[in-house]
């Protein structure tokens, strides 16, 4: 890939079916999903919040108890994507950080915050995808850290959940019906995956990613080791929370 990315910037002509711009773009993400999961090597080191601890698991259940916590104030009302002063921004990205928060507690009650999670705006420094918030943090569940982080795309706008090095790729309806593309992704390397994209009812793109990375690209069997076995969360854990963010935002 660096060597066809060389050519084409020397002025080589490619073949003619090939997309550049497309090619030049799937290789910015895989960057990007790279660089999010380099964090994780080293957030042992970081000073530890509890995202929520529950002693008991539910007889039958295989992983993580589903919680089942008292009723918030967050958990009844929605919220718009508001960000046309500094200060309705600054309130939409603590409202995301919040349901973040809210909803890996619900979800994962013992997973452990390592980082974060912090959510900020950034279009006034927007990357290449035209992003409006991101943000997210790492978390520890039974002995396995990832990095789990969340992005708002403008209407029109996408990260594609699914690409060319996503091992799956399928429409998922969670249990409150909020439907999502999801992507378990292996990169030929030590990066495993869970991603979901979902449109907002406001036409907005929400998008996660649920990233860890195993060893090096030279590591062998580990680093080839199932998505399921990888990351801290399971799937069905990445698609509640997903599922259960995108369903506080209204029109």
Same mark, same amino acid.
């Given at each position: 890939? *660096? ?11 490619? &073949?003619? *079916? ?16 790279? $660089?999010? %999961? ?5 957030? #042992?080191?970081?000073? !530890?919040? %509890?995202?929520?601890?529950? &002693? ?11 919680? $089942?916590?008292? &009723? ?9 994507? !508001? =960000? ?12 995301? *950080? ?16 390592? +980082?974060?999670?912090?959510?900020? =705006? ?35 706008? +996408? ?6 090095? #996503? ?5 998922? +309806? ?24 979902? *449109? ?6 929400? =998008? !996660? ?6 060893? @090096? ?7 080839? #080791? ?7 969360? @399971? ?10 963010? #995108? ?5």
């Amino acid at each position: 890939m *660096t060597q066809q990315l060389f050519h084409e910037v020397i002025g080589e002509k490619p &073949p003619s *079916t090939i997309d550049v711009k497309q090619v030049v773009r799937r290789e910015r993400r895989r960057a990007r999903l790279r $660089r999010l %999961v380099g964090a994780a090597g080293v957030v #042992a080191l970081a000073s !530890v919040a %509890v995202a929520g601890l529950s &002693p008991h698991r539910p007889a039958g259940q295989d992983g993580p108890p589903v919680a $089942r916590p008292a &009723p918030t104030a967050s958990a009844e009302v929605g919220f718009r994507l !508001v =960000y046309n002063t500094e200060e309705s921004a600054r309130t939409t990205a603590e409202r995301l *950080t919040a349901e973040l928060l809210a909803a890996v507690r619900q979800t994962a009650p013992q997973a452990t915050w390592l +980082t974060g999670p912090a959510v900020r =705006y950034t279009e006034k420094s927007p990357d290449d995808e035209g992003t409006l918030f991101r943000g997210g943090g790492n978390l520890s569940l039974d002995g396995r850290t990832s990095a789990f982080s969340i992005r708002v795309m403008p209407t029109g706008r +996408t990260m594609p959940a699914c690409v060319d090095f #996503a091992t799956t790729c399928q429409q998922v +309806t969670a249990a409150n019906g909020v439907r999502m593309v999801l992507g378990t992704w292996r990169d030929g390397g030590p990066v495993a995956a869970y991603t979901a994209e979902i *449109t907002l009812a406001d036409g907005r793109q929400f =998008y !996660v990613q649920h990233t860890t990375k195993l060893g @090096s690209a030279k590591s062998g069997g580990a680093a080839m #080791a199932p998505v399921s076995s990888a990351v801290a969360l @399971s799937r069905d854990q990445v698609v509640a929370i997903a599922a259960e963010i #995108a369903a506080k935002v209204i029109a």
